[in-house]
């Protein structure tokens, strides 16, 4: 990662599982340099994405009060927040699944059980392609 121009980068996980949410966190233990956020409905996701204009989000497509593609859209009409990047983490791994996700808007869709080095490579090449 070549991230020397930007300190820290803030990226938002919109998870409601706690194993999850824990399981990302020791993952991007490996990155010093982001800081993260968590969410785990639509609603605490898109107010927080919001508030806290992350340089990247991490989106469950299952929610208990929606679908991540629900939050995406919702993030993607926001005047700050359109040009976010969001990533699918997502169980739904079926090919159209991961289509009709692409098509909806996400950069990228990562499937679970989460494949480490892809989630890395993923996370460094959205914040790279920030700088």
């Known amino acids: ?5 930007k300190t820290e980068y803030t990226l938002l996980h919109v998870e409601d599982s706690p194993e999850l949410k824990e399981l990302v ?5 490996t990155r010093p340099n982001i ?4 969410a785990s409905t639509v609603l605490e996701g898109v ?6 204009l992350p340089d990247i989000i991490l989106m469950d497509i299952h929610l208990p ?9 919702q993030i993607r009409e926001g005047e700050k927040t359109s040009n976010i990047p969001v990533v ?3 169980s739904m791994a079926t090919q159209l699944q991961i289509g009709e996700g692409l098509r909806e808007g996400f950069k990228y869709y990562i499937t679970k059980p989460i494949d480490v080095p892809e989630m890395l490579e993923t996370i460094d090449r959205i914040l790279d392609e920030s700088l």
Do not use: F, P, V, W
């Not at 966190?25 to 233990?29: D, E, G, V």
């Not at 107010?47 to 806290?52: F, G, M, P, V, Y």
């Open 65 to 73: 009060d929606g679908s991540g593609m629900d939050a995406l859209r």
């Open 1 to 5: 990662m070549k991230a020397t121009e």
């Open 35 to 38: 800081k993260i956020i968590g």
């Open 47 to 52: 107010d927080s994405a919001r508030q806290n």
């Open 88 to 90: 699918a983490l997502s």
């Open 25 to 29: 966190r020791h993952i991007l233990a």
